[in-house]
């Protein structure tokens, strides 16, 4: 999941998430939430916007194992990432983070190609990634598809 709307810098430097952005998240995982959407565990970049965007999703989807991680800022490296946070007895993972980030990262696992560009990310935007089988084997990269995207347009009553 990306990250809410935040508020400029020259406003709060912390870049918490705008009003709009709140409501977009909730809109969003509350959608997710009724639709039987449930996740073990969430991790975010510790930006508080993305933090705060974590803590939305978790309240809808009734995780509690929500936390801060290392290597998901914007320009981290994906396949440290992956190594990191992807296992095949892995249960249902949620990162929230930023652009090209998670571009980058949902690339890796479903394209094998970081640079492969195989989803549109959008503020509040949430992206299902299901195993396509080959991770069996312990390799991530290129062994996802995308089952479904959420956009707060979507999820809006």
């Known amino acids: 999941m990306q990250h809410g709307q935040?508020?400029?810098?020259?406003?709060?430097?912390?870049?918490?998430?705008?009003?709009?952005?709140?409501?977009?998240?909730?809109?969003?995982?509350?959608?997710a939430a009724v639709h039987g959407v449930r996740i073990?565990?969430?991790?975010?970049?510790?930006?508080?916007?993305?933090?705060q965007t974590?803590?939305?999703?978790?309240?809808?989807?009734?995780?509690?194992?929500?936390?801060?991680?290392?290597?998901?800022?914007?320009s981290d490296d994906v396949r440290e990432a992956v190594a990191r946070l992807v296992h095949p007895e892995s249960s249902s993972l949620a990162i929230v983070g930023h652009?090209?980030?998670?571009?980058?990262?949902?690339?890796?696992?479903?394209?094998?190609?970081?640079?492969?560009?195989v989803v549109a990310f959008r503020n509040a935007g949430l992206v299902?990634?299901?195993?396509?089988?080959?991770?069996?084997?312990?390799e991530a990269a290129g062994s996802f598809a995308v089952s479904w995207l959420l956009v707060p347009e979507l999820a809006a009553p």
């Open 54 to 74: 974590a803590i939305i999703l978790a309240d809808a989807t009734y995780c509690t194992d929500v936390s801060a991680h290392s290597g998901l800022a914007p």
């Open 99 to 117: 652009l090209p980030f998670l571009d980058r990262f949902a690339s890796l696992l479903v394209a094998g190609d970081p640079d492969a560009h």
């Open 128 to 138: 299902h990634l299901v195993r396509a089988g080959a991770g069996e084997s312990g």
């Open 40 to 51: 073990d565990r969430i991790v975010h970049s510790g930006k508080l916007r993305a933090e």
């Open 6 to 31: 935040a508020v400029a810098a020259e406003v709060d430097p912390a870049r918490p998430l705008s009003d709009r952005g709140r409501e977009s998240v909730m809109v969003v995982a509350g959608h």
